[in-house]
């Protein structure tokens, strides 16, 4: 292994990063329909899926949670982000998809101390109101967003923060993974 065979994937993980960061330091955009949306491209059970930015607080590696004593569905343990502790939440199991198996990031939650594990990590991007299509599915209708060579259900986070608060689990929230928040796609 040498220093050079890394350079491509060290140019594209700071180019992530510096575009991240950027995202949290530009002002939040408010307004009407035609509001960009920027978003994460993440991986559930080798599925393509998205995650709002503006949703979240930050993204990091996963590390080894701490173990806690609970019995909620799908709390891994607890996590730590920039001093706090915050319960760990795999996403695959809130969604409805089983366990997973082999979590490499964790989102933070802007609306609610915690964090949610999740298997991969594709990218972050600033999408043009044509590239949301609203759907219909099984649990009613939601968002999905093309970006990243794939079609993605944007998953809605205020409905998974709110079963988790109401410990409400047993299956997913009605249009958990496929509506935005109460903001609305467009609004950001």
Do not use: E, I
């Given at each position: 292994m040498t220093p050079d065979r890394f350079d491509p994937l060290e140019g594209q993980l700071d180019e992530w990063r510096a575009a991240f960061d950027r995202s949290f330091a530009e002002p939040r955009r408010q307004g009407d329909d035609d509001a960009v949306l920027d978003v994460l491209g993440i991986r559930i059970a080798g599925d393509p899926f998205?995650?709002?930015?503006?949703?979240?607080?930050?993204?990091?590696?996963?590390?080894?949670?701490?173990?806690?004593?609970?019995?909620?569905?799908?709390l891994l343990g607890l996590a730590g982000h920039q001093g706090q502790v915050l319960p760990l939440y795999d996403l695959r199991a809130l969604i409805g998809r089983g366990t997973a198996t082999a979590v490499r990031w964790w989102a933070i939650a802007r609306a609610a101390p915690l964090a949610l594990a999740f298997e991969g990590f594709d990218g972050q991007w600033r999408l043009a109101p044509g590239d949301r299509l609203h759907q219909s599915d099984a649990a009613g209708t939601g968002w999905a967003v093309r970006c990243g060579g794939a079609l993605r259900p944007l998953i809605e986070l205020e409905g998974l923060i709110a079963a988790i608060a109401g410990n409400q689990l047993g299956e997913p929230p009605s249009g958990s993974f496929t509506t935005t928040t109460s903001a609305g796609a467009a609004g950001r």
């Open positions: 998205a995650l709002n930015l503006a949703d979240l607080a930050g993204l990091q590696p996963a590390m080894p949670a701490a173990p806690y004593p609970a019995t909620a569905p799908g």
